[in-house]
C-alpha cells in the first residue's frame, strides 16, 4: 500500500510563488512515477505535470510549461512542485498521485492524496 500526503497550498497574490510538496510511504514508493493534478471549483480534474521513477522524463500541461517545476527526491519519497508567476487561473485543489507507469493520463495513477488548495489572487 502506497500512501500519499500533499502540503504548502495557501493564498497567495498574481505573480507570486509557492511550493508544493507530496510525501510518499511504502515500500516500493521510489519505483513510482508521480503526478500532480488539479481541480479547480466546477471543473473535472486536469493534469499538471509527472515525473518518473528516475526523475530522468517529466512532462507538464501547456498551461503551467515554463512556470511550474516538478521534482523528485527519491531516498526521502518526496516529490515538489515549485509553481512561479502564478495566476488566477491556476487556483485550483492540487492531487499528488502515485503510478507504477510514468503517465499524463489521471486513470494510469493507484494512489492519490486529500489535496491542498491553491488560491491566486488577482
Known amino acids: 500500500q502506497v500512501q500519499v500526503v500533499e502540503s504548502g497550498g495557501g493564498l497567495v497574490q498574481a505573480g507570486g510563488s509557492l511550493r508544493l510538496s507530496c510525501a510518499a510511504s511504502?515500500?516500493?514508493?521510489?519505483?513510482?512515477?508521480m503526478g500532480w493534478f488539479r481541480q479547480a471549483p466546477g471543473k473535472e480534474r486536469e493534469f499538471v505535470a509527472a515525473?518518473?521513477?528516475?526523475?530522468?522524463?517529466?512532462s507538464y500541461a501547456d498551461s503551467v510549461k515554463g512556470r511550474f517545476t516538478i521534482s523528485r527526491v527519491n531516498g526521502q519519497n518526496t516529490v515538489f512542485l515549485q509553481m512561479n508567476s502564478l495566476k488566477p487561473e491556476d487556483t485550483a485543489v492540487y492531487h499528488c498521485?502515485?503510478?507504477?507507469?510514468?503517465?499524463?493520463?489521471?486513470?494510469?495513477?493507484?494512489?492519490w492524496g486529500q489535496g491542498t488548495q491553491v488560491t491566486v489572487s488577482s
Open positions: 498521485a502515485a503510478g507504477r507507469d510514468y503517465s499524463v493520463i489521471e486513470r494510469e495513477y493507484d494512489y
Open positions: 511504502g515500500r516500493t514508493v521510489s519505483t513510482y512515477a
Open positions: 515525473i518518473s521513477w528516475s526523475g530522468i522524463s517529466t
